[in-house]
């Protein structure tokens, strides 16, 4: 695997499921990002992990909850979601501290709820 | 806080004509700034980036300049392909809390090449 993964690409899930999305970096970066891409709107950030920090975006419902078990895994536990929560999350990693200062995306997991 | 303006879409060219696509930016201090592609069903790709003014990306035939005086990074083709079909997203990178850098984006522009 190269670049950033994400699965699943598609998911379908009720109002009363929990799921959980992952992502994987192959790049050697320190940092991991959440994004929600909705429908004739400006990319998102939800959260960040930089160097061990979490920085995240007050204005993300609760029902969403990241987890960094490492550098290179980022997870995004859903639940109780709501129909306008139905995006394209894009998952992307960084290396901070350095000069570089681009983000990578991976492909995007397609959620929709019904 | 920052904020990017980009030309609203859609866009539609014939190939092989010229592409221009506005993006001004508002933001204190010295961001980088980036021009990002997103092909139907993928995640968005980094096309080009610079870094301090003056500076020019280029890549894949796209160029952009850095231009401070006027807040702008206008993306440009000289000769568009079918193939350039894709949402155009310009972002600048900026830090924020702690060591996190955070990039903001514009909203994006649809391009859509005829052949």
């Known amino acids: 695997e190269t670049g950033v993964t994400q699965t699943p690409r598609h998911l379908v899930m009720g109002m009363t499921n929990k799921k959980s999305l992952k992502c994987e970096q192959h790049l050697g970066h320190n940092a991991m990002y959440w994004y929600k891409q909705s429908a004739k709107k400006p990319l998102e950030l939800m959260f960040v992990y930089s160097l061990e920090e979490r920085v995240e975006n007050n204005s993300v419902p609760s029902r969403f909850s990241p987890e960094c078990p490492n550098s290179s895994h980022l997870f995004l536990h859903l639940h109780t979601l709501q129909p306008e929560d139905s995006a394209l999350y894009l998952c992307?990693?960084?290396?901070?501290?350095?000069?570089?200062?681009?983000?990578?995306f991976g492909p995007g997991t397609r959620l929709t709820v019904t | 806080g920052n904020s990017v303006t980009q030309m609203e879409g859609p866009v539609t060219l014939s190939e092989e004509a010229f592409l221009t696509i506005n993006c001004t930016y508002t933001a204190t201090g010295y961001p980088s700034l980036f021009w990002y592609v997103q092909y139907p069903g993928e995640g968005l790709q980094l096309l080009l980036k610079?870094?301090?003014?003056?500076d020019k990306g280029s890549n894949k035939g796209f160029e952009a300049t850095y231009r401070k005086e006027t807040t702008s990074f206008h993306l440009e083709k000289g000769s568009v392909q079918v193939s350039d079909s894709a949402v155009y997203f310009c972002?600048?990178?900026?830090?924020?809390?702690?060591?996190?850098?955070?990039?903001?984006f514009g909203s994006g522009t649809q391009l859509t090449v005829l052949p």
């Open positions: 610079a870094t301090k003014a003056d």
């Open positions: 972002a600048l990178s900026q830090f924020s809390s702690g060591s996190a850098r955070q990039l903001t």
């Open positions: 992307a990693s960084s290396q901070e501290g350095g000069r570089a200062d681009e983000q990578y």
